[in-house]
């Protein structure tokens, strides 16, 4: 009887498996199986969900470093090594490729590689809500999960453009076997981005204006756009490449900021400091999205130590310093505050835009190349602990400080710089006071932290 038993068991186990009982799909990753998934929007939105660290990287991760600030952005003319200073390559580099869907990028172009594997997801995330999702989904749904598709491709061809120029073009998922088309010359930069702007241009008119907190909305995708349409913009004027599609980018951009300073969701109500070291942004007044961080989680990064007083940093150069204007709004060749002539750091401290002081140490360090160390993406405590061994939390990949993705004061610079190139560039509306008390002013008086506060007063006593 216990043979026989036996016997059943194995017999069942044998068909379930011929039923595939036991081939089940994972329940935490994704599969695209056509049938069997894209069924309603919790499908569609997880998918959704993979494009976000590719994305808005925030601080990056651990100890990666792409798109980081402080460990990433380090070719720049800014800031200066010690030593020799990096140059631009000057042989041709026999692969830029890459086929990777990691945040692979060029340090020294701050941008992706060769890597069309994003643009053949973003293809893929439109095909399959077209043809499988759209009839399960309602009219409203279908469009705004378009335009988020749109969206992502949109940003990675931007990305592209701005590191190769010219690109192939691709608004497909192609087969293998399709090789003329895979392996195709390149197409103009101008078409790309013709493009690009058709897919920004949906984007701006069907994406929902909320999807619930910390997802795309039209509002963050705007942002984004802003700076995109601004760089193109910009780029394909001063390099003389299409005076009207330049014109036609920047309208976009101003447009596209535009949305964002009407719908008065966001405002200067925070201090210049708790937007790049604050523990928690939710509910940050100026912060549109941001990348939590946290432990519990195993999500945190290393951007926060490299700010600690302690370890090497590439410093900021006198170009940059010279950029920061007076605490009257002036450049420096200009004010009247005193010492406003002065490099010391000290003087610099006192003389400057507080921005200055939420983002230096107001002494020199040795730990910088050019002595002037950058505290900004660290809190105000990691200058109790220069030249000893810092807390865990700010002195290994354990940084669990928030980083915004897109705020309002990126937004109205955006708006403004637009704005003013279509004026004096393209004859349009002359930027009035109106705009400038929206965009400069505005950040300008936004409130200090407790310490900036402190040092105020005081200057103010002098």
Not at 256 to 264: D, G, K, M, R
Not at 441 to 449: E, F, Q, S, W
Request: charged fraction near 20%; proline fraction near 3%; include cysteine.
């Amino acid at each position: 009887m216990k043979h026989i038993f036996k016997i059943v068991i194995i017999a069942a186990i044998f068909f379930s498996c011929n039923k595939n009982l036991l081939d089940r799909p994972p329940l935490t990753s994704y599969v695209d199986n056509q049938t069997g998934y894209w069924r309603n929007e919790d499908d569609i939105r997880m998918f959704a969900n993979g494009f976000y660290t590719n994305y808005f990287v925030g601080y990056n991760q651990a100890w990666g470093t792409d798109y980081a600030p402080v460990t990433g952005y380090t070719f720049q003319d800014d800031i200066t090594g010690t030593n020799v200073q990096s140059n631009f390559e000057s042989t041709i580099p026999s692969s830029r490729g890459s086929n990777s869907e990691s945040a692979a990028w060029m340090a020294q172009y701050a941008g992706p590689t060769w890597n069309f594997a994003w643009v053949r997801k973003a293809n893929l995330f439109l095909n399959r809500i077209d043809s499988v999702a759209k009839p399960k989904i309602s009219d409203d749904a279908y469009k705004h999960w378009m335009a988020v598709a749109r969206f992502f491709r949109g940003f990675e061809y931007s990305r592209l453009v701005s590191v190769f120029g010219d690109v192939p073009y691709y608004d497909r998922v192609f087969k293998e076997t399709e090789l003329d088309a895979l392996y195709k010359d390149r197409d103009a930069r101008t078409l790309v981005m013709d493009k690009v702007y058709e897919d920004f241009q949906y984007v701006l008119a069907n994406m929902r204006l909320n999807d619930g907190a910390q997802y795309l909305n039209r509002y963050i995708a705007a942002g984004i756009i802003s700076r995109l349409m601004l760089f193109e913009g910009t780029f394909e004027y001063y390099n003389n490449i299409d005076q009207t599609r330049a014109q036609k980018y920047l309208q976009m951009a101003a447009d596209a900021a535009q949305l964002v300073i009407t719908s008065n969701k966001w405002n200067f109500g925070s201090d210049f400091k708790s937007l790049f070291a604050s523990e928690n942004l939710a509910g940050n007044p100026e912060v549109l999205m941001y990348r939590a961080y946290d432990a519990t989680q195993q999500v945190t990064h290393a951007v926060g130590s490299y700010s600690n007083g302690n370890e090497s940093q590439t410093g900021a150069n006198l170009v940059l310093i010279k950029s920061f204007i007076v605490n009257d709004g002036n450049v420096w060749q200009n004010s009247m505050v005193p010492n406003a002539n002065s490099f010391s750091i000290g003087d610099l401290v006192k003389t400057r835009d507080p921005r200055f002081e939420a983002t230096f140490i107001d002494r020199p360090i040795g730990a910088s190349s050019s002595l002037l160390y950058s505290f900004k993406h660290a809190s105000r405590d990691v200058l109790n602990f220069i030249g000893i061994t810092p807390p865990i939390i700010w002195g290994s990949n354990t940084n669990t400080n928030d980083a915004p993705i897109i705020r309002l004061g990126e937004v109205v610079l955006n708006w403004i710089e637009a704005k003013a190139e279509l004026a004096e560039r393209f004859g349009g509306t002359a930027i009035s006071q109106g705009d400038i008390d929206k965009s400069i002013n505005a950040i300008r008086k936004r409130p200090l932290d407790g310490t900036a506060a402190q040092r105020a007063f005081k200057k103010r006593q002098i």
